[in-house]
C-alpha cells in the first residue's frame, strides 16, 4: 500500500468503484445510497486517508490559500503580524502559508516560488530587498496573483502596500533627543537595501537640520540589523573617543546589542547615553534599562494588508492602495530625564 491513502486503495478495499468512493467522499448523497456511503467514509477513517488538497487545487484553480514571506522571524513583530493574519483569514476560510526569507533576496526568490507552486490566492511580503527582486514581484502581478507588500515595502510595482510612517516618527524621536538636551546623536541604521532606513535616516537628519545641530557624518554608524552587528558597530566606535550622548538605532535588535556594549564599556544609560530606536517590540520591555521605542500599529497593519488582499482576491479589477499607519512612541527608562544632561 502506498505511504498516502487514496480513493482507489479504498475501492480496493471495499470492491466498489472509485467514481463511487470519490461521490461518497464528496458528500453526494444523490448518487450514493446512504449505507454505502456510511461504509465508505467508516474505511476512509480507518484507513487514515486524508483528501489531496493539491489535486483539489489543481481542479478548481484555487488553494484557499494565502502566502505569508518575512524577511526575519528574530522579533516578534513578524509572528504578531502573522498572529493577527491568520485569525483574520480563517474566518473567511482561508489557510496561511508562511516562509522567512532571513534576510536573502536569493531565498525570498525561492520562497515566492514554492508559493507559486503551491497555487496560493495571494500574497503578502515583507521584502529584504527593494530593488533585487523586482521583475519577480511584476512577473506574479502581471500573472493575476494579488500581491500585498506590508512593513518593508518597494517602488515601482502596481502593487498595494501598507507601511508605517518611518520618515516622521524618526523625525519626532530625534527631535525628543534634542528637545532633551541632546547634541551628538549616534544613528545606527540600517542595511541600504531596505526602504525603511532610508526614510529613518532622512528622518533623523532632517531633525538636526530643524533645530540647528550640525550633522556629523562620524555620528552615522555602519548598517546593522542583529544584536551582534549592533554590538560590533558601537564597539568600534566607541574605540574611536569620539563624544556622543544619545544612540538612535534603526530597529530595536541592533539597539539592544549596542546598549549591551555601551554598558559592558563601563557608560551608564540613561545617565551618561540616551538610547533609542524605531520598530520596538516587547523585547524592548525585556532589557534593563527598558528602551524608548517608536512601535508600529501591527494589528492594523494586519488588518489593512488583509482588507487589500481580499479586495483583490475577489475583484477582477486590480485595486491599489499605499496605506500609511502611524505608529506610537513608548518613552522608556533609557531616555528619562537625569541630572547628567545639559
Do not use: W
Amino acid at each position: 500500500m502506498s505511504k498516502y491513502i487514496t480513493i482507489k486503495d479504498i475501492a480496493n478495499e471495499l470492491g466498489i468503484s472509485k467514481s463511487t468512493v470519490s461521490r461518497a467522499l464528496s458528500g453526494d448523497s444523490s448518487n450514493v445510497k446512504a449505507e454505502t456511503m456510511q461504509l465508505i467514509i467508516e474505511t476512509a477513517r480507518r484507513m487514515g486517508y486524508h483528501r489531496n488538497e493539491m489535486a483539489v487545487s489543481l481542479r478548481k484553480q484555487s488553494s484557499h490559500s494565502v502566502g505569508i514571506i518575512i524577511p526575519e522571524i528574530v522579533t516578534s513583530f513578524y509572528m504578531t503580524f502573522i498572529s493577527h493574519v491568520q485569525a483574520i483569514l480563517r474566518q473567511h476560510g482561508y489557510n496561511v502559508l508562511i516562509a522567512s526569507s532571513n534576510e536573502s533576496y536569493i531565498q525570498e526568490c525561492r520562497n515566492i516560488e514554492m508559493m507559486e507552486h503551491c497555487m496560493v490566492d495571494g500574497l503578502l511580503i515583507s521584502v529584504c530587498d527593494k530593488e533585487r527582486n523586482t521583475d519577480v514581484y511584476r512577473r506574479i502581478v502581471s500573472r493575476g496573483t494579488p500581491v500585498v507588500f506590508f512593513d518593508r515595502t518597494i517602488d515601482n510595482v502596481e502593487a498595494s502596500q501598507v507601511r508605517s510612517d518611518d520618515y516622521i516618527m524618526a523625525f519626532f524621536m530625534v527631535e525628543q533627543l534634542i528637545r532633551s538636551g541632546n547634541k551628538r546623536i549616534v544613528h545606527i541604521p540600517g542595511p541600504s537595501r531596505i526602504r525603511n532606513a532610508y526614510e529613518r535616516q532622512r528622518g533623523y537628519r532632517d531633525a538636526l537640520e530643524k533645530f540647528h545641530v550640525d550633522f556629523n557624518p562620524d555620528l552615522v554608524l555602519p548598517p546593522a540589523l542583529s544584536a551582534e552587528e549592533g554590538s560590533l558597530v558601537m564597539d568600534n566606535f566607541l574605540d574611536r573617543n569620539i563624544p556622543f550622548d544619545a544612540v538612535f538605532g534603526f530597529t530595536e535588535t541592533a539597539l539592544i546589542g549596542a546598549k549591551n556594549l555601551i554598558q559592558k564599556r563601563g557608560l551608564r544609560i540613561p545617565d551618561d547615553v540616551r538610547v533609542c530606536c524605531m520598530a520596538g517590540t516587547t523585547l524592548c520591555t525585556l532589557v534593563h534599562p527598558t528602551i524608548t521605542a517608536v512601535e508600529q500599529p501591527v494589528e492594523q497593519m494586519a488588518a489593512e494588508a488583509c482588507r487589500l488582499l481580499m479586495l483583490n482576491m475577489g475583484n477582477c479589477e486590480k485595486h491599489v492602495e499605499d496605506v500609511v499607519l502611524r505608529g506610537k512612541t513608548v518613552e522608556r527608562e533609557s531616555t528619562e530625564q537625569t541630572g547628567a544632561h545639559p
